[in-house]
C-alpha cells in the first residue's frame, strides 16, 4: 500500500510568483486537506477536498486555491506568494465517509522558500 | 472549536513514563480528543483517539476524566526514536467539521539518553 506522496520536496519561489504542489492520497482514500506549517508552529488548515469538490476551508486569502482529480490526487495552488507563505506544506489524505472521523494520513510536505 | 494547552516543552529520559496534560476547558458534547506526533521535517502522525474514560493502544494511553475538560497522554518507557512534537486536538471529527484538524502549538518531548 502506498502512502501519502508529495512533490517537490523543496522548492524557492520570490515574491509575486506563482506556485503549484502536489499531493498524491493513500490508495483507497478519497479526502485530501491541505496544511501550512510556518517553522515552529503547528499545522494551519487550508482547505479540504472530497470527491473533487471543496469541503471546508481555513482562514487563508483567495489566492489560495486547490483541485482535486479524478484519482483522487490534488493540486495546491498559491498565487502572488508573499515572504510570509514560506513553510512546510502538508497533505493529508482520508476515506471521508458519513459523519465518522476518518484518520488523516499525513505525506512528508514540501518545504517552500519565498524570497 | 475548542481551545487547548499544553506544556511547551518536556525532557525525560530513555526508558522513563513520559505523561503530557491537555487543557481544554470548553470542550463540547460532541468533541473527540485526539493526539498526533510529529518528527522534523515529517508530517504528523495519528497516535490515539479518545472519548472518555481510558483507551490504549500499542503506542500510548489516553486518559480523560470524567468532566472531559483535560486529558492525558501517557507514553510508557519511552526511547530516544520517541523525541518529537505531540499535539493535542480537541474538536468535533465528524463530516459536519469536514474533518479539519486544529493543531495548537504542541508539546516538544526531548528524550535524554
Known amino acids: 500500500e502506498t502512502g501519502v506522496t508529495q512533490s517537490p520536496t523543496h522548492l524557492i519561489k520570490t515574491r509575486g510568483q506563482q506556485v503549484t504542489l502536489r499531493c498524491s492520497s493513500q490508495s483507497g482514500h478519497n479526502t485530501v486537506s491541505w496544511y501550512q506549517q510556518a517553522l515552529g508552529q503547528g499545522p494551519q488548515f487550508i482547505f479540504q477536498y472530497y470527491r473533487e469538490e471543496e469541503n471546508g476551508r481555513g482562514n487563508f486569502p483567495p489566492r489560495f486555491s486547490g483541485l482535486q482529480f479524478p484519482n483522487y490526487s490534488s493540486e495546491l495552488n498559491v498565487n502572488a506568494l508573499e515572504l510570509d507563505d514560506s513553510a512546510l506544506y502538508l497533505c493529508?489524505?482520508?476515506?471521508?465517509?458519513?459523519?465518522?472521523?476518518?484518520?488523516?494520513?499525513f505525506g512528508p510536505g514540501t518545504r517552500l522558500t519565498v524570497l | 472549536l475548542a481551545k487547548t494547552t499544553q506544556p511547551i516543552s518536556m525532557d525525560s529520559y530513555e526508558g522513563q513514563e513520559v505523561n503530557i496534560t491537555c487543557s481544554h476547558n470548553n470542550i463540547a458534547t460532541n468533541d473527540y480528543i485526539t493526539w498526533y506526533q510529529q518528527f522534523p521535517s515529517q508530517g504528523p502522525r495519528f497516535i490515539i483517539q479518545g472519548y472518555k474514560t481510558k483507551v490504549t493502544n500499542e503506542v500510548a494511553s489516553l486518559f480523560i476524566p470524567a468532566d472531559r475538560k483535560s486529558s492525558t497522554l501517557s507514553l510508557p518507557r519511552v526511547s530516544l526514536s520517541d523525541t518529537a512534537v505531540y499535539y493535542c486536538?480537541?474538536?468535533?471529527?465528524?463530516?459536519?467539521?469536514?474533518?479539519?484538524?486544529?493543531f495548537g502549538g504542541g508539546t516538544r518531548v526531548l528524550v535524554k539518553p
Open positions: 486536538l480537541v474538536g468535533d471529527m465528524g463530516r459536519a467539521a469536514g474533518n479539519k484538524l486544529t
Open positions: 493529508a489524505s482520508s476515506l471521508g465517509s458519513g459523519f465518522t472521523y476518518n484518520e488523516q494520513f
